[in-house]
């Protein structure tokens, strides 16, 4: 049995539970190693075509986890479960026979509604089942399933990237693990559903206890919108001043005429270390402490440094390894944070969507914003200039983080 803080909990539940975690960083995945070679694959491509390939299916995602965060606090936690990992699996085996760039949009943009239905369960049904440190280590686990999911798959979408423009695809083929395990789900969604609070319970869930310091305030409609509004802001630009990575690192290195390979090899550093944290949070929150957001802002701080200063093939993966660490031990203590926002632990899925979605959004208009201060500040494409700009914020951010370290956004447990 696995302890929850709650009721224990079996250990097939449990790995149905996390099960959902292996696909909800996958969307768009397969597709990234075609863009350089679209126009072969697809002659008459547009720029256009190529836009809506990559920025439509994130901007699909934020509405769908929005309405699956609003249905999760029904009594069909269940069907969306299945109907989520249903459609997943019929986009994944379309991908095999697309025939053409528009169906290629299409079935990316029903797959990006497919991962919006079931991101928010990943860590929803998390806070749900745990409680207290156990749920804190959950999620930090939680966050280390879904990265590996993603650096194994980057490898595998790479070797199958040799072979038929098809094969990619092939991966997304994965969900089929979560769609045979949610059998074991069915205990856990009926009773976090039919669950009623005792009047102590209910009393306690008004002002969770991490936020107690902090003055909780007037729930609106159940949530601490304030608060909910804080971590918003907080995981959209830690998204945005670490997304320049895997944005941007393959203009800069085309630009200093290095080898592609360095690029992946970049890219694979830096989701790396976001998912170490996940598994080790328990030591670094414990050596972090009450500093916790400002020492990862500080390590983002010196991993964009190193691109903007010293960009060589070393101090870049240095670099990329102080961004993803920064970046991975925050990720899980966001989530947790935002469990704890709400006065009815029934809508603490629904507190998570609002949160998740802030990632998603900061993917879709991290390009748009670069590519706006470029045009302003008359710079040419390549270059340090995406890491210039998030190593001027992020000197901003960190000064932030310490002067605010006991505010409910950035303050963190010492014990």
Same mark, same amino acid.
């Given at each position: 049995?696995?302890r929850t803080?709650? @009721?224990p909990?079996?250990?097939?539940?449990?790995?149905?539970i996390m099960?959902?975690s292996?696909i909800?960083n996958?969307p768009g995945?397969?597709? @990234?190693?075609?863009?350089g070679?679209? %126009?072969?694959?697809?002659?008459h491509t547009?720029?256009l075509e190529?836009?809506l390939?990559?920025a439509?299916?994130n901007?699909l995602?934020? *509405?769908?986890?929005?309405?699956?965060g609003?249905?999760?606090?029904t009594?069909?936690?269940?069907?969306?479960?299945i109907?989520?990992?249903?459609?997943?699996t019929?986009?994944?085996v379309?991908?095999m026979f697309?025939p053409?760039?528009?169906?290629?949009?299409?079935?990316?943009?029903?797959l990006g509604c497919?991962?919006?239905?079931?991101? *928010?369960?990943?860590?929803?049904l998390?806070?749900?089942?745990?409680?207290?440190?156990y749920?804190?280590?959950?999620m930090?686990?939680?966050?280390g399933?879904?990265?590996?999911?993603?650096?194994?798959?980057? &490898?595998?979408?790479?070797w199958l990237s040799h072979g038929n423009?098809?094969?990619p695809?092939?991966v997304?083929l994965?969900?089929?693990?979560p769609l045979?395990?949610?059998?074991?789900?069915?205990k856990?969604?009926?009773?976090?559903s039919d669950?009623?609070e005792?009047?102590?319970a209910?009393?306690d869930?008004k002002?969770? %206890?991490?936020?107690k310091?902090?003055?909780?305030g007037?729930a609106v409609?159940?949530?601490y919108?304030?608060?909910?509004?804080?971590?918003?802001?907080v995981? &959209?630009?830690i998204t =945005?001043?670490s997304?320049?990575i895997?944005?941007?690192?393959?203009f800069?290195i085309e630009?200093k005429?290095?080898?592609?390979s360095?690029?992946?090899?970049?890219?694979?550093?830096y989701?790396? =270390?976001?998912?170490l944290?996940?598994? =080790?949070l328990p030591?670094?929150?414990?050596v972090?402490?009450?500093?916790?957001?400002?020492?990862?802002?500080?390590m983002?701080l010196?991993?964009?440094a190193?691109f903007v200063?010293?960009?060589d093939?070393?101090t870049?993966?240095?670099?990329?390894?102080?961004?993803?660490l920064?970046?991975?031990?925050?990720? *899980?203590v966001i989530y947790?944070?935002?469990s704890q926002?709400v006065? +009815?632990e029934?809508k603490a899925?629904?507190?998570?969507? &609002?949160v998740?979605?802030? +990632?998603?959004?900061a993917i879709?208009?991290? *390009?748009?914003?670069?590519?706006?201060?470029?045009d302003? &500040?008359?710079?040419?494409p390549?270059?340090?200039f995406a890491?210039?700009?998030?190593?001027?914020l992020?000197i901003?951010?960190?000064?932030?983080?310490f002067?605010m370290?006991?505010?409910?956004?950035?303050?963190v447990? %010492?014990?």
């Amino acid at each position: 049995m696995i302890r929850t803080g709650k @009721t224990p909990m079996t250990l097939m539940t449990y790995c149905a539970i996390m099960s959902i975690s292996l696909i909800v960083n996958l969307p768009g995945l397969a597709v @990234t190693p075609m863009l350089g070679t679209l %126009e072969k694959i697809f002659p008459h491509t547009t720029q256009l075509e190529e836009q809506l390939l990559t920025a439509l299916p994130n901007l699909l995602i934020i *509405p769908f986890i929005l309405m699956s965060g609003k249905l999760s606090m029904t009594r069909h936690k269940m069907s969306i479960i299945i109907g989520g990992l249903v459609l997943f699996t019929a986009c994944a085996v379309a991908y095999m026979f697309a025939p053409s760039m528009g169906w290629l949009i299409v079935i990316s943009c029903l797959l990006g509604c497919a991962a919006g239905l079931l991101i *928010p369960f990943s860590t929803g049904l998390i806070a749900d089942t745990f409680t207290g440190d156990y749920r804190m280590k959950q999620m930090g686990i939680q966050s280390g399933i879904s990265n590996s999911a993603l650096v194994v798959a980057t &490898f595998v979408v790479g070797w199958l990237s040799h072979g038929n423009w098809h094969l990619p695809f092939a991966v997304y083929l994965v969900c089929l693990i979560p769609l045979l395990l949610t059998f074991g789900l069915r205990k856990v969604t009926s009773q976090t559903s039919d669950s009623t609070e005792t009047p102590s319970a209910a009393a306690d869930a008004k002002c969770p %206890e991490p936020a107690k310091a902090h003055n909780c305030g007037k729930a609106v409609g159940g949530f601490y919108v304030g608060k909910i509004w804080a971590l918003i802001g907080v995981y &959209f630009f830690i998204t =945005f001043a670490s997304i320049s990575i895997s944005y941007y690192c393959p203009f800069l290195i085309e630009k200093k005429d290095w080898s592609a390979s360095l690029s992946g090899t970049i890219t694979a550093i830096y989701f790396l =270390f976001i998912l170490l944290p996940g598994y =080790f949070l328990p030591f670094f929150m414990k050596v972090l402490k009450g500093n916790t957001f400002f020492w990862s802002a500080v390590m983002m701080l010196a991993g964009q440094a190193l691109f903007v200063f010293c960009a060589d093939s070393v101090t870049m993966c240095i670099g990329a390894a102080l961004v993803g660490l920064g970046y991975g031990i925050c990720q *899980p203590v966001i989530y947790d944070k935002a469990s704890q926002c709400v006065d +009815n632990e029934k809508k603490a899925t629904m507190a998570l969507a &609002f949160v998740l979605s802030a +990632n998603y959004l900061a993917i879709v208009v991290s *390009p748009f914003l670069i590519g706006g201060l470029r045009d302003v &500040f008359h710079v040419q494409p390549g270059g340090t200039f995406a890491f210039l700009v998030s190593f001027i914020l992020l000197i901003a951010y960190a000064v932030i983080t310490f002067t605010m370290r006991k505010k409910f956004a950035f303050s963190v447990s %010492e014990k």
